[in-house]
């Protein structure tokens, strides 16, 4: 298979993954949303500022790649302190609003990326703080992986938790 048709797969990836993470969030009311039973101290705005910090980073390295040729971007902080902080910033937001910046980093994001030639998009780098080589596509492809799991994270306790009512369900998965 040609870098080119791997990289038309990727892309569709990234934004069908997108999609699956939007329809999960579709229905749900600020109320719902700031609920602190998702996930040990995480409601699902949380998660959502999660994954917008971890775009965030991605898209600085995007920039980074497209004006210097190099992606190398150094997070200083470990993990759990990047995620604190990202829920930090985002805390006061309201569920839109999160959602908004969610949707325009990805946007903005592969708009950086599209303009990245084929050996530049599957070359290694040096990502984060550990140095660890991976390519950009290494790291879109964990992003649609990413937004898979929060999605399905989501459905699975929107569906014990009561918050996914039958006749909405309909609507969803239309």
Not at 16 to 21: G, Q
Not at 120 to 147: C, K, N, R, Y
């Amino acid at each position: 298979m040609s870098d080119h048709i791997i990289r038309q797969t990727l892309f569709q990836d990234v934004l069908s993954a997108r999609r699956e993470l939007m329809r999960a969030l579709k229905f749900l009311s600020e109320k719902e949303a700031t609920t602190i039973e998702f996930r040990p101290d995480w409601c699902v705005r949380d998660v959502i500022s999660h994954i917008t910090a971890v775009e965030c980073t991605a898209l600085a390295a995007a920039r980074h790649l497209v004006e210097d040729g190099s992606p190398e971007f150094h997070d200083p902080l470990d993990e759990r302190d990047f995620n604190r902080g990202a829920i930090r910033r985002r805390k006061e937001f309201a569920l839109n609003d999160v959602v908004d910046e969610l949707d325009g980093t990805r946007r903005q994001l592969l708009k950086q990326l599209r303009k990245v030639p084929d050996p530049q998009l599957f070359a290694p780098f040096p990502v984060g703080w550990t140095g660890e080589q991976q390519s950009i596509a290494d790291v879109l492809a964990h992003m649609a992986s990413h937004d898979y799991e929060h999605a399905n994270d989501i459905w699975r306790w929107r569906a014990s938790s009561g918050h996914l009512k039958r006749e909405r369900f309909r609507d969803l998965m239309l």
